[in-house]
């Protein structure tokens, strides 16, 4: 049974910085593009990055683009989120998705159940 | 880049009764659509995908329509497990949700 879960959230302060992880299971991890989507207290989804299967392709929304670092260790079927310089505005419920097979872009079709981050003095 | 806008932002309806929501895309996204539900402190679900192709084990009381701007979500015969909020999303360039539409049950 496909699963992926999230752990690395907290609370952290403006400026800091912060390491996600998103462990998979059920499925060959190496062979899935994953992203990360974030959902703001009360709000709707943002998509965040996206690693492809290999780790060769990455890309990220413009409301991170330069402060997070997407990565994946196949061997030990991890994705990592680093994220610096951390913001107020990166206050959320983080998730990892996996994209459809042999696609970048494409739908999400399983989710893990979020880690929050929380970004406050 | 792409927006999504949905309507309408809640929705109350009663069982039995036939609900649709509209996504509506500011550029041409061809089929590139996708339906998810969440409920609350759950991560979102996939529904529905290339705009009209229901996943796996997803109830045949959804169904998804559209192309090009204008989607549509129907649940043909609301169930009390349907509460949620619907999201709607682009895959063609990059991706983008709709800022949900909340379906209450009556």
Redesign the interface.
Known sequence: QEQLVESGGGVVQPGKSLRLSCAASGFTFSSFAI?WVRQAPGK????VA?LSYDGSNE?Y?DSVKGRFTISRDNSRNTLFLQMNSLRSEDTAVY?C?RS?LGSL??????????TLVTVSS | DIQMTQSPSTLSASVGDRVTITCRASQSISSWLAWYQQKPGIAPKLLIYKASSLDIGVPSRFSGSGSGTEFTLTISSLQPDDFGIYYCQQYKTYWAFGQGTKVEIK
């Open positions: 992203n709707g989804l943002e998509w996206v890309y929304a998730y998705a459809e872009l494409s739908y999400f079709d399983y989710w893990g159940r979020g």
